[in-house]
């Protein structure tokens, strides 16, 4: 009698967890949204990296050797990057799936700063 309280519990427990796990998969709709572009509010922009951190996904896209790669960690040669305590930019105009197509304009809007300090730390088209 023991061991099927123990069986019944774990089998509980196993099937309760199966159920948490899929609640906590990401979804476009719970991400904050820009009043002023109306884009969802999906991603950071790393300026001294030059690399994009994606809330949806939860996995940066970085460039090695000129080709664009995605992984849920950045690299070692990054030095342990966290993006909690680095210059980080917001990126409110755009919300599609590739953000590294807008490099080359994030780069000119906000030039990496080695004292990490911007004006405006929030990306948009205005």
Not at 52 to 72: C, H, I, P, R, S
């Amino acid at each position: 009698m023991k061991k099927l309280k123990i069986f019944t519990v774990l089998c509980v427990a196993m099937i309760s967890s199966n159920f948490y796990s899929q609640d906590m998969a990401a979804d476009k709709e719970s991400l904050p949204i820009d009043a002023k572009t109306n884009c969802y509010v999906r991603y950071f922009y790393f300026p001294n990296l030059e690399a994009y951190f994606d809330n949806l996904e939860m996995v940066y896209y970085y460039k090695v050797k000129g080709e664009w790669e995605t992984a849920d960690e950045l690299p070692a040669n990054f030095g342990g990057y966290s993006i909690y305590n680095k210059v980080k930019v917001t990126i409110t105009d755009y919300d599609g799936d590739e953000p590294y197509q807008l490099l080359s304009v994030h780069k000119k809007m906000y030039p990496y700063n080695a004292k990490g300090r911007f004006t405006n730390q929030t990306a948009s088209s205005e």
